[in-house]
């Protein structure tokens, strides 16, 4: 059974800095697309970055691209999001998650399973 584990979140100021980490477990790991989202108070939760079962391939959301960077460390088994410029739109819990296919969606109905959340705070 595959479990995700975010760690990394955080208060931070606007223009700075922070990695996400998404520690995966269980078995198949790399057989797994694997993507990032977030929820803000109040908004539906929202598709911020993926990466491909092989690493071969990230998407973005247009609201961070630019400025986020997934990535895929095999060796660790974690999915990293580095995100830099931060604004404080950017505030929000992320989650990270899987989809067992060798494609990315945006969709959060189509993921397999997710983690408990990670919360960003960026201030002014």
């Known amino acids: 059974q595959v479990q995700l584990t975010e760690s990394g979140g955080g208060q931070v100021q606007a223009g700075g800095s922070l990695t996400l980490s998404c520690a995966f477990s269980?078995?198949?790991?790399?057989?797994?697309?694997m993507s990032w989202f977030r929820q803000s108070l109040g908004k539906e939760r929202e598709f911020v970055a993926g990466?491909?079962?092989?690493?071969?391939?990230?998407y973005y959301a247009d609201s961070v691209k630019g400025r986020f960077t997934i990535s895929k460390d095999k060796a660790t088994m974690t999915v990293p999001l580095q995100m830099d410029s931060l604004k404080p739109a950017d505030t929000a819990v992320y989650y990270c998650?899987?989809?067992?296919?060798?494609?990315?969606?945006?969709?959060?109905?189509?993921?397999?399973?997710w983690g408990q959340g990670s919360p960003v705070t960026v201030s002014t």
């Open positions: 990466i491909t079962w092989d690493g071969g391939r990230t």
């Open positions: 269980g078995p198949s790991f790399i057989s797994y697309g």
């Open positions: 998650a899987v989809l067992y296919s060798t494609v990315v969606v945006p969709w959060v109905d189509d993921y397999d399973s």
